[in-house]
């Protein structure tokens, strides 16, 4: 992707894991951040596994995981077809396009397609996502149609979308979901006789709030599992002058792995 394409299509160039990674991505809309980051390191994906990123964007998740597991393979999935052409030159500017792949397709195609594509039921030890916030046509829309599709779901429901990332992974794979911390209970209710060993992990903005409300929140369970569910203490991310704590630091800035528990 030349540098005129990439300012024609409105692209800011980004680091994470600490500059490790250089990525693409729309200046406005919808653009990836600390979810994504946090959502990748609490992936326990070891040598040689295969990993599904549902909705995967630019490919922010899927880099970041294949950044930190060495020998995992990584798919992302994502409708929108810019995003897919992003998505594919972030895997080559940082050299991992052997072990990512980003495949334009949606939770709502037949399984048939899908599996044209590489995308098979039951075939990935790992399955990860951030999805859709809301409802189409049940909150205002951002104007920005990208940004826009990102936060809403497009024909298709939260149902259909945990149903799709559960039957994506191999019986005693794992799922993990980042999403609102309200959100929660809609997420169980869904993943109820799909998901076991469930564990709940809260990412609470700085100490204040953690006495109070969290505005994210993890959930990871294991396809299969009858193990009980777990509500974790979870991760502070901001000190009190608004620098990320250690342990954030060391997620966000160094690639390191984010451990919920034993899911």
Partial sequence: MNE????????????????RLTVLQPEK????????????ASVPAKAGERVLDLGAGVGVASLCLAARSSETDVTGLEIQADLVSVGKENTHRNALSERVRIVEGSVSEKAAALERKQVTYGSFDHVMTNPPFYDSGTVWNSPDAGKAMAHAFDGTDLEQWVHVACAMARPKGTV????????????????????????????????????QNASRILLQGVKG?????????????????????DAASAILREGKALSLGSA
């Fill in 225 to 245: 599992s009858r193990a009980p569910f777990t509500l974790a203490a979870g991760l502070v991310l901001h000190t009190a002058n608004g620098g990320f704590t």
């Fill in 29 to 40: 809309g919808y653009r990836a951040g600390i979810d994504a980051v946090m959502l990748a």
């Fill in 176 to 211: 993990t979901f980042v999403h609102r911390a309200d959100a929660l209970p809609e997420l169980l209710a869904q993943v109820q006789g799909r998901l076991g060993g469930l564990i709940a992990f809260p990412l609470w903005p700085d100490a204040k709030s953690a006495s």
């Fill in 4 to 19: 005129s394409f990439s300012s024609s299509l409105g692209l800011s160039d980004d680091g994470f894991l600490g500059h």
